[in-house]
């Protein structure tokens, strides 16, 4: 990467605005899943190591630009104090004289949290009034929060106007395993998009078709293509107005020599429920009162069997609704596949998808799993990242 990392600069008795993502899932004021806190120590234990005074900095849903009790970062502080083995002290305010006085009486090696930046409608604003009032509380920003990369806010990008600039090891680490596995991919290469979102992932379609070798198609996203091949799909999920991009890529793929994986057989329900009447059907014979929720047995054997094949898998979207129990088995089948390949390099992207790993209890035979959902997506779509682009060149 041609952009400064925390390791081109001095940050001993330095205040260091880090931004993290922290926007893990809570539950009744849990945390339910800590992969991003865990993902964000690296960077965090370098800075105390290394002397300087830590004022993190991180967003947690979408308060809309106010104050909203159960998106405060108080759970996040406590557990990531648990985690570092040290106190972190939080503030109820992300700026202000409260907060300077705070990081004024910070010592070196120090960990402060500030309250939820999305508190403040100037945040994803990029309002410059609020960029500066970040930029007045340190003297370096860090920006180690690849998951919100893609978004243009106050403590993402703005800030970088004010103060040097520069990567934390997550963001670094993100950007060098993407990056590599796009700008030179091991072969055969092979892209399995799945989920729900047919909007957002259309996008990423397009642009992988010039690079990889085996383009699969899962989730709810492979029925609009289902269509697109002149089939019936009753209830299933589809985008109708995407039908004729969905030609256009199948096309394309065949010109581009891209061998372009759909489902060939699918189970089907008749309600979207754990205890739903299902059977598993020919990709022809969708009965228009069903609804398809995963793929079926022959095609998890022909996805596995390409995975097995690959030498570069990126996944993003589960190949069916995996929260049921009832339509997991086509998601388990690609995540088992890869976990039995050992030679085949498996990048995770999605929350969704990273969940479904997590779930199977295969995590860790993949060999990077991304904190970044929308962010990845955006990076493999070949857009730029705002979050990044702003960073110190070196
Ligand atoms: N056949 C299907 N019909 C309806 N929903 C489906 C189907 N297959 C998968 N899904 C749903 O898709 C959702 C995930 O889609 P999504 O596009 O959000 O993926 P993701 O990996 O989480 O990406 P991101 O992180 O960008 O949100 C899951 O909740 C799953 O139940
Ligand atoms: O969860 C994510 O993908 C990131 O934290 C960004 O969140 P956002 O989509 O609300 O900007």
Same mark, same amino acid.
């Given at each position: 990467?041609?952009?400064?990392?925390?390791?081109?600069?001095?940050?001993?008795?330095?205040?260091?605005?880090?931004?993290?993502?922290?926007?893990?899932?809570?539950?009744?004021?849990? /945390?339910?899943?800590?992969? *991003?806190?865990?993902?964000? &120590?690296?960077? @965090?234990?370098?800075?105390?190591?290394?002397?300087?005074?830590?004022?993190?900095?991180?967003?947690?849903?979408?308060?809309?630009?106010?104050?909203?009790?159960?998106? *405060?970062?108080?759970?996040?502080?406590?557990?990531?104090?648990?985690?570092?083995?040290?106190?972190?002290?939080?503030?109820?305010?992300?700026?202000?004289?409260?907060?300077?006085?705070?990081?004024?009486? &910070?010592?070196?090696?120090?960990?402060?949290?500030?309250?939820?930046?999305?508190?403040?409608?100037?945040?994803?604003?990029?309002?410059?009034?609020?960029?500066?009032?970040?930029?007045?509380?340190?003297?370096?920003?860090?920006?180690?929060?690849?998951?919100?990369?893609?978004?243009?806010?106050?403590?993402?990008?703005?800030?970088?106007?004010?103060?040097?600039?520069?990567?934390?090891?997550?963001?670094?680490?993100?950007?060098?395993?993407?990056?590599?596995?796009?700008?030179?991919?091991?072969?055969?290469?092979?892209?399995?998009?799945?989920?729900?979102?047919?909007?957002?992932?259309?996008?990423?379609?397009?642009?992988?078709?010039?690079?990889?070798?085996? &383009?699969?198609?899962?989730?709810?996203?492979?029925?609009?293509?289902?269509?697109?091949?002149?089939?019936?799909?009753?209830?299933?999920?589809?985008?109708?107005?995407?039908?004729?991009?969905?030609?256009?890529?199948?096309?394309?793929?065949?010109?581009?020599?891209?061998?372009?994986?759909?489902?060939?057989?699918?189970?089907?329900?008749?309600?979207?429920?754990?205890?739903?009447?299902?059977?598993?059907?020919? @990709?022809?014979?969708?009965?228009?009162?069903?609804?398809?929720?995963?793929?079926?047995?022959?095609?998890?054997?022909?996805?596995?069997?390409?995975?097995?094949?690959?030498?570069?898998?990126?996944?993003?979207?589960?190949?069916?609704?995996?929260?049921?129990?009832?339509?997991?088995?086509?998601?388990?089948?690609?995540?088992?596949? &890869?976990?039995?390949?050992?030679?085949?390099?498996?990048?995770?992207?999605?929350?969704?998808?990273?969940?479904?790993?997590?779930?199977?209890?295969?995590?860790?035979?993949?060999?990077? /799993?991304?904190?970044?959902?929308?962010?990845?997506?955006?990076?493999?779509?070949?857009?730029?990242?705002?979050?990044?682009?702003?960073?110190?060149?070196?």
């Amino acid at each position: 990467m041609n952009k400064k990392s925390i390791r081109d600069v001095d940050v001993k008795g330095k205040r260091v605005f880090c931004r993290v993502d922290f926007n893990v899932p809570m539950k009744d004021g849990v /945390i339910t899943d800590e992969t *991003r806190i865990v993902a964000a &120590l690296p960077t @965090i234990q370098y800075l105390i190591e290394n002397g300087a005074k830590v004022i993190l900095a991180s967003h947690l849903g979408r308060p809309k630009g106010q104050a909203v009790e159960e998106m *405060r970062l108080t759970p996040v502080a406590k557990r990531l104090g648990e985690l570092l083995g040290k106190d972190v002290k939080k503030t109820d305010e992300a700026y202000g004289p409260a907060v300077e006085a705070e990081v004024n009486s &910070l010592q070196e090696g120090d960990v402060l949290l500030l309250e939820n930046v999305r508190f403040y409608a100037g945040e994803e604003k990029n309002d410059a009034e609020l960029a500066k009032e970040f930029a007045k509380l340190a003297d370096l920003f860090v920006n180690d929060a690849f998951g919100a990369a893609h978004r243009a806010h106050a403590s993402t990008a703005g800030i970088a106007d004010y103060i040097p600039a520069v990567s934390g090891f997550l963001m670094e680490k993100e950007l060098e395993v993407l990056g590599k596995a796009l700008s030179n991919p091991d072969r055969p290469f092979t892209a399995i998009i799945g989920g729900a979102k047919v909007k957002d992932k259309i996008g990423v379609i397009r642009h992988l078709l010039d690079k990889v070798d085996n &383009l699969i198609i899962g989730g709810g996203l492979a029925y609009t293509f289902v269509k697109a091949q002149g089939h019936e799909v009753g209830k299933s999920l589809l985008e109708a107005d995407k039908i004729d991009l969905a030609n256009e890529f199948m096309a394309l793929a065949k010109e581009k020599g891209v061998n372009f994986y759909m489902p060939v057989d699918v189970v089907v329900a008749d309600d979207f429920s754990e205890t739903a009447n299902k059977k598993v059907v020919s @990709i022809e014979e969708i009965p228009s009162d069903w609804e398809a929720l995963d793929i079926g047995p022959k095609t998890r054997e022909i996805y596995a069997d390409v995975i097995r094949n690959s030498k570069l898998v990126v996944w993003n979207g589960p190949m069916g609704v995996f929260e049921l129990n009832a339509f997991a088995e086509g998601t388990k089948a690609v995540a088992q596949a &890869l976990a039995d390949s050992p030679d085949t390099y498996s990048v995770i992207g999605g929350g969704d998808s990273a969940a479904a790993v997590e779930k199977f209890g295969l995590a860790d035979k993949m060999s990077h /799993i991304s904190t970044g959902g929308g962010a990845s997506l955006e990076f493999m779509e070949g857009k730029e990242l705002p979050g990044v682009t702003r960073l110190n060149d070196k």
